[in-house]
Every structure is written in C-alpha cells, then in structure tokens.
C-alpha cells in the first residue's frame, strides 16, 4: 500500500494568513493526488484533483502543486470558513490512501 | 444535482453483517464514466476507502478488508450496496458512499453526508 503523510498534524493560523499543508507518498504517484476539506460533522468535500487542478466552485484562494511524493496545499489569505480538516488522498494505486489529516484552527 | 444517501441500520452486533445502501439521485448509476465507492471514518479518526463498484458490477476491495467486503449495484433502482461480515468494534464508524471520477484522474466529487455505524452489543 502507499502511505501518505500529512504535516503538519495540526496548524493555528489567523484569518489573512498564507498556509502551507504537504503530503508525502511512500513511493511516486505521478499527479494522482487529491485534496479534501472537512468541516465537523460534514462529508469530505473536494477542493483540488490531479494535484493542482481546482474543483469548479472552490475559491481561488486554493491551490496544489506537486507531483511525484511531494505535493502541497496552499491557501493564500485564510478566511474564516476555510478552518477545517484537510485530507490528501492517492488515486494512483488501490488501494486508495488518504493522510492522515491536518486540522486546521483559528489561533 | 447529484445526491447521495446512505442508509441502513445504525447498531450491528458484533459478529453479525453490516449492510448499507446509497440511493443515489439526480443522475444515473449507470454510466462508464463513473464508479461509485464507500470510504469510512471511524469516530475522530481519518478515512479509509473501503472499495469501489461499477455499474457492470465490477469491484475492487481494500485488501484490509477484503475477505469480510461485498459490494453490489441495483441499476434499476438507482442503488448500490455494502456488505461487511464478521463485524467488530474496530467496524464502527461513519460510512461515506461517494462518486468516482473515472477519467485519466481518478477522484471522489460527490460524497453523501455519511451514516454511522455502531458495532456493539
């Protein structure tokens, strides 16, 4: 199985701010990586595909880059609604994987 | 728009069978360019993919659970299923069924709000 590792764990940010979140697979992946953001109680919802291909809807102020074992996320000015879970997660091979997640809170 | 919904019974006693559906609405189950999954997330933990089915029935199970899984369609009732057998504590968890994408990129775009499951006696 691939492994994908997420750091940080968990992040505090303040709303304006820029964040960076990576994901590292155990082995390449090409661009088959997935970003999903997860509010509580709420299903994942897809932000990027394919490594930095943006969901039609998701605001701008996301974006992905990577390819190979390292990829990140990267929000460029925190809003209030973007606190929140992020998974990554490789289509790349099954079975799929996801990270472990990184919590996102308001400091 | 497309929607999922899980559903299914909440309490499984360990031992027995976890069986779950997703109805799916707003469009049709049975296309090429889709297949349709289950991905799990036990309380306060991250998500598992569970395994995915087509519309032609054919599947891929996550190893990990591959003996206990079964998955089936119902394309005249726009539905597919969830078995899992021999069920424990470790079973309980939210379960997601989702769309994949099956293009060049595989990804999951639509996802129903989830049921969960509780494996207790």
């Known amino acids: 199985d691939i492994q994908m590792t997420q750091s940080p764990s968990s992040l505090s940010a303040s709303v304006g701010d820029r964040v960076t979140i990576t994901c590292r697979a155990s082995?390449?992946?090409?661009?088959?990586l997935n970003w999903y953001q997860q509010k509580p109680g709420k299903a994942p919802k897809l932000l990027i595909c394919?490594?930095?291909s943006l969901q039609s809807g998701v605001p701008s102020r996301f974006s992905g880059s990577g390819s190979g074992t390292d990829f990140t996320l990267t929000i460029s000015s925190l809003q209030p609604e973007d606190f929140a879970t992020y998974y990554c997660?490789?289509?790349?091979?099954?079975?799929?994987?996801f990270g472990q997640g990184t919590k996102l809170e308001i400091k | 728009q497309l929607q999922l919904q899980e559903s299914g019974p909440g309490l499984v006693k360990p031992s027995e069978t976890l069986s779950l559906t997703c109805t799916v609405s707003?469009?049709?189950?049975?296309?090429?360019?889709?297949?349709w999954g289950w991905i799990r997330q036990p309380p306060g933990k991250g998500l598992e993919w569970t395994g995915n089915?087509?519309?032609?029935?054919?599947?891929f199970y996550n190893p990990s659970l591959k003996s206990r899984v079964t998955m089936s369609v119902d394309t005249s009732k726009n539905q597919f299923s969830l078995k899992l057998s021999s069920v424990t504590a470790a079973d309980t968890a939210v379960y997601y069924c989702?769309?994949?994408?099956?293009?060049?990129?595989?990804?999951?775009?639509?996802w129903g709000q989830g049921t969960l499951v509780t494996v207790s006696s």
């Open positions: 989702a769309r994949g994408l099956s293009s060049s990129w595989n990804y999951f775009d639509y």
């Open positions: 707003g469009g049709s189950i049975s296309s090429t360019n889709y297949y």
């Open positions: 089915i087509y519309y032609s029935g054919s599947t």
């Open positions: 082995q390449s992946i090409s661009s088959y």
């Open positions: 394919a490594a930095s």
């Open positions: 997660q490789q289509s790349y091979s099954i079975p799929y994987t």
